[in-house]
């Protein structure tokens, strides 16, 4: 069973936001997670950063255990998000650092780098709801998007019937059994342990019907497709597939608009990189970031240098005969 630490809260102005805090190092990272999540979506990376990153993963308003205490509790639009990473920022005075987003999360982050750009000295986006937000999502003929055309709160004719649909779950708790199957549909080519699928599980659970409603209507609401232009820090998207959520156009034709960005899709994940491949998912954000943080750069560098020094004395050893006859005086 996983057991994690008492973790703290920053107060703001109307939020008790509740986050996970790894490391200790000079170079900060800062991780937005998704819909239905909470900073375990992150637990596979915290197990593998490098000594030189300081790590922090806020949870979201109505998500998990932060707590709304303001007169803005209700409200779910994206701009929002960015102003509460904003503000999270402000309360613990990180210095500029690198912003990782995920699904919803990657959203919130591409809105806080399009207000806040001095403060992101990169941005890496996973499986993000893209710059055209759900109507881009309502693009193509999976089973994903066909339900987001129906749920459409302009033109949907079920928004009504599966909001209350989804409260008569909430009460009744029958959802946890369709959020259970979701999870596991976001990441196809792996399966957690039983101990963390119901963590993940207790987590997407938490979200009262008005925050599912409110993320549905804030994202229809979203759109920055026209401003892409304006980001100048080092921007990379990572897609998955067989992600059956978010489609990969919208994604390729953002890559294409970022005047410094990098479109990377691994062909056998799904909706989750970090959960499905999560060393190949911390090598290559630590690689990116590193090459925009000269502190991380040289301390990688001088690790992997030293690592390689130690095998090649080791496996010279191996081969000297007469080390072993020496280890037997």
């Known amino acids: 069973m996983h ?3 008492v973790m703290p809260f920053v107060t703001t102005d109307d939020l008790k936001i509740h986050f996970k805090e790894a490391g200790a190092g000079r170079t900060v990272l800062v991780l937005l997670h998704g819909n239905f999540a909470s ?3 992150w637990r596979p990376l915290f197990d593998r950063l490098d000594r030189g990153v300081h790590a922090y993963a806020p949870v979201m308003r109505g998500c998990g255990h932060t707590i709304e205490t303001g007169e803005s509790k209700g409200d779910r639009g994206i701009p929002r998000l960015a102003r509460d990473l904003d503000q999270f920022s402000r309360a ?11 699904s919803l999360g990657g959203a919130a982050a591409l809105q806080f780098a399009l207000d806040q750009p001095g403060k992101v000295r990169s941005l890496t986006l996973v499986s993000p709801a893209p710059p055209g937000g759900l109507e881009d999502m309502r693009m193509g003929d999976s089973q994903a998007a066909r339900t987001l055309r129906m749920l459409d709160p302009e033109r949907g004719f079920l928004l009504p019937w599966g909001a209350a649909l989804y409260r008569w779950g909430h009460v009744t708790r029958l959802n946890r059994v369709m ?3 979701a999870i596991l549909a976001l990441m196809p080519t792996t399966s957690p342990d039983s ?12 979200l009262t019907p008005d925050t599912v409603l409110g993320f549905h209507e804030g994202l229809h609401r979203w759109q920055v497709a026209d401003r892409l232009a304006e980001l100048r820090m080092p921007v990379q998207i990572l897609a998955g597939g067989l992600d059956k959520l978010v489609p990969l156009e919208p994604l390729r034709e953002a890559a294409t608009v970022l005047p410094r960005a990098r479109l990377v ?4 994940v799904g909706h989750s990189p970090m959960m499905e491949r999560p060393g190949d998912f911390a090598e290559m954000l630590l690689r990116f970031m590193a090459r925009r943080s000269l502190s991380l750069f040289l301390r990688r560098w001088f690790w992997r240098v030293s690592g390689g020094v130690r095998g090649y004395t080791r496996r010279l050893n191996a081969n000297n005969p007469w080390e072993h006859i020496l280890h037997q005086v």
Do not use: I, K, M, Y
């Open 39 to 41: 900073w375990r979506w």
């Open 179 to 181: 959020l259970r199957r």
């Open 195 to 206: 101990d963390t699928l119901r963590e993940l599980v207790d987590d997407a659970a938490r």
């Open 92 to 102: 613990l005075s990180l210095p500029r650092f690198h912003l990782v987003g995920h």
């Open 3 to 5: 057991t994690d630490p």
């Open 265 to 268: 899709v691994w062909d056998e």
